[in-house]
C-alpha cells in the first residue's frame, strides 16, 4: 500500500486508477445508501478523487489508504448533506441501482425499516460496515472514534438490528 | 455498559460475520462504469494542473513584499516631509501661521515705510526736474 501511496503523491494517474478500482465500488454503495442518493453519491466519488489528486503530497504519509479515502468521502458527504438536505427513500436508490436482483424488494423494506430504529451514529457503524466493507479498526480512523467505541456501537446495533429482524417474521 | 456488550475487548477485525442475514445478503450498489471514467478524467485533469514550483513562489512573495515595503517608506517619507514644512507649534498645519508664509502673503500687508518713502521722493525728483 506504501508503494500505491508512493505513486500517488507522485502524481501517477495508473495509480489513481489502481485506488478506483480498489475502493470505488464499496464507497460508492456506502455513499448511496448515506446520501440516500445515487446522483450525490456520485458526485460525492468524483469529488473525492480530485480532492485526493489536489492534495497527493500528503498521500505518502497516509497509513491506512483505504480508510483515508472514506474520510475524505465522509467529509465531502457531509458538506453535501448540509447544502441540500435531500431526504429520499433508502429503498430507493438502493433498488434502482442493486444489479443483483435476487434481493426481493420486501426484504430491502425489511432492511430498511431495521436500518431505521437505530439512532444516527449506530446506523453510521452499520452502513459503513455493511456498504463500506471496512473493519471497525478503519471505521475508527474515519470517524475518529476510537476503537472500542465503534466496535460498542456497532455490536449494539446489531443487537437491535437482530431483534427487529426477529420481530418482523424474518429468519437469519 | 451497553446492551449486547460482550465482557473483554470486542474483537475489532472480525464482525463482519456477524451482520444479520438479510443484511449480508444486500447487495450493494455497485459504482457504475461512466463514474469511473468521468472521475478519472477529473482526476487527470487535476494532476495536469501545474503546481508552481516553490522558488517561484517565493520570487512572487519578495517582489510583493518589497512593493508594499516601497510603498509604506514612501507614504513615512511623505509625512516626515511635511512635517517639516508645516510647524510643530501649529498642530492643525495652517500654512498662513507659517512665518514664511506670513511674510509672503501680500494681500494683507501695506507696502513697506522705506518703500513708500522712496517712492515719494522719486515723484519730488521727477516734479523738481525742469520740463524738457
Known amino acids: 500500500m506504501s508503494e500505491l501511496a508512493d505513486r500517488l503523491a507522485r502524481g501517477e494517474p495508473a495509480a489513481f486508477a489502481e485506488l478506483y478500482d480498489a475502493c470505488a465500488d464499496r464507497l460508492y454503495g456506502w455513499l448511496v445508501v448515506h446520501l440516500r442518493s445515487a446522483a450525490d453519491a456520485e458526485d460525492v466519488v468524483q469529488e473525492t478523487f480530485v480532492r485526493l489528486a489536489g492534495a ?117 | 455498559m451497553a446492551p449486547g456488550f460482550v465482557g473483554g475487548r470486542v474483537g475489532i477485525n472480525d464482525m463482519h460475520d456477524e451482520l444479520p442475514e438479510p443484511l449480508n445478503r444486500v447487495s450493494r450498489p455497485s459504482a457504475i462504469r461512466e463514474l469511473r471514467q468521468r472521475t478519472l478524467s477529473a482526476v487527470n485533469h487535476q494532476l495536469a494542473v501545474r503546481r508552481k514550483p516553490r522558488w517561484e513562489r517565493v520570487l512572487e512573495l519578495s517582489v510583493a513584499a518589497t512593493f508594499v515595503l516601497g510603498v509604506g517608506l514612501n507614504a513615512g517619507l511623505i509625512r516626515s516631509s511635511l512635517g517639516l514644512v508645516v510647524s510643530e507649534g501649529h498642530p492643525y498645519g495652517d500654512a498662513r501661521q507659517d512665518p514664511l508664509v ?10 513697506p515705510e522705506s518703500l513708500e518713502a522712496s517712492y515719494a521722493r522719486y515723484l519730488a525728483q521727477l516734479s523738481a526736474k525742469p520740463a524738457g
Request: proline share 2%; aromatic share 4%.
Open chain 2, 102 to 111: 506670513a511674510q509672503d502673503d501680500t494681500s494683507e500687508r501695506q507696502l
Open chain 1, 56 to 172: 497527493r503530497k500528503k498521500l505518502r504519509r497516509v497509513e491506512n489508504l483505504n480508510a483515508y479515502v472514506f474520510s475524505i468521502a465522509r467529509n465531502e458527504a457531509a458538506r453535501l448533506r448540509k447544502q441540500t438536505s435531500r431526504q429520499q427513500d433508502l429503498a430507493r436508490p438502493m433498488s434502482e441501482t442493486a444489479h443483483d436482483a435476487a434481493l426481493a424488494l420486501e426484504q430491502v423494506e425489511l432492511v430498511e425499516r431495521a436500518l431505521s430504529r437505530l439512532n444516527d451514529e449506530q446506523r453510521e457503524m452499520v452502513e459503513l460496515k455493511m456498504y463500506g466493507n471496512l473493519t471497525l479498526r478503519e471505521i475508527a480512523e474515519v470517524t475518529g472514534l476510537p476503537a472500542g467505541t465503534v466496535a460498542t456501537r456497532y455490536r449494539v446495533a446489531l443487537v437491535k438490528l437482530k431483534e427487529t429482524l426477529a420481530r418482523d417474521g424474518c429468519r437469519e
